[in-house]
């Protein structure tokens, strides 16, 4: 009994580490004093997809008839999927919904992310927050923040894309499109299911593990040491099943993330539609940017 109650109060410290009330500012930021940010700080970062080199056309073969293929080439087709995925642009929209047994909490992301160029513009809500909703800017290397805590009404928190963390497992650092690819490129145990219709288009479907550094991926050390301690007291580490739907272009649609401990349970859902849209998306003006050292709070990761 004790084992199981560690081990359930560990899984909740996980998935809410950044906090899961609704009564309080969910985001702090500090800006630097008198620091401001101007519209082009850096160059933009390489894409946050480092997948090993693969063809789109081993992640559509199956998709596009049906017929099986060698096991060996399912976890292939998953990361040539998220390579050719990080190559383009779409309409993103993730959902992540949190339960402890007693309240549910409903998260929502959206916006359009050119994710070859590493831009993109986001809105997050938590509806019945203390803050109920921030505003994301992804460009020339820096992620703007508006509407967090701790910096006057319209102004944007601006902070190195490369700096940011996620504070709690199956959630993205500031709900970055591009960590989702990264984490489904490295998938194990990948098997190949049915095509479905998925958002209006046929897609197949691959099932596996995320591997144990995807589980981490740039978590902050508290949660990795989380990580570390349910691993002691369960004698397996943390288990998250996944699921990506490709579709014929070889270019994912879908993910799905599940962590699911009786009665803790967190999914986390990322569509990716309109594939190559355009996307246009500027920096903030200097004016009403601020230098921030840290974003946390469960609205932005």
């Not at 560990?10 to 580490?17: F, K």
Request: glycine letters at 10%; charged letters at 20%; a neutral charge.
């Amino acid at each position: 009994m004790r084992r199981s109650t560690v081990l359930v109060g560990t899984t909740l410290a996980l998935l809410c580490a950044a906090g899961c009330s609704n009564d309080s500012a969910v985001t702090s930021a500090r800006p630097s004093a008198g620091a401001t940010v101007t519209a082009s700080v850096s160059a933009a970062p390489a894409s946050a997809t480092t997948a090993p080199s693969a063809t789109a056309a081993s992640a559509t073969a199956g998709a596009a008839t049906g017929t099986p293929t060698p096991a060996a080439d399912h976890a292939r087709a998953v990361r040539a999927a998220a390579e050719a995925t990080g190559r383009t642009s779409a309409r993103v929209d993730q959902n992540v919904e949190l339960t402890d047994g007693e309240t549910t909490y409903h998260l929502t992301v959206a916006g359009d992310f050119d994710l070859a160029a590493d831009r993109g513009q986001l809105g997050v809500d938590l509806p019945g927050g203390g803050i109920s909703h921030v505003d994301e800017i992804f460009a020339d290397g820096q992620v703007y923040v508006r509407g967090s805590a701790g910096l006057p009404k319209g102004t944007w928190g601006a902070i190195d894309r490369e700096r940011t963390v996620a504070h709690a497992l199956l959630r993205a650092p500031v709900n970055d499109p591009e960590h989702f690819l990264q984490q489904i490129a490295t998938l194990t145990r990948v098997t190949r299911g049915a095509e479905e219709d998925v958002n209006g288009v046929r897609a197949a479907r691959y099932s596996g593990f995320l591997s144990d550094e995807a589980v981490t991926l740039r978590l902050t050390p508290e949660v990795r040491g989380k990580t570390e301690q349910f691993r002691a007291v369960s004698g397996t580490g943390v288990q998250i099943p996944a699921e990506v739907w490709v579709d014929a272009e070889g270019r994912v649609v879908k993910v799905r993330l599940v962590l699911d401990m009786n009665p803790v349970r967190s999914v986390t859902t990322v569509s990716f539609t309109q594939l190559g849209k355009p996307v246009k998306v500027s920096a903030p003006a200097a004016g009403i940017t601020a230098a921030v050292t840290e974003l946390t709070g469960v609205l932005t990761g």
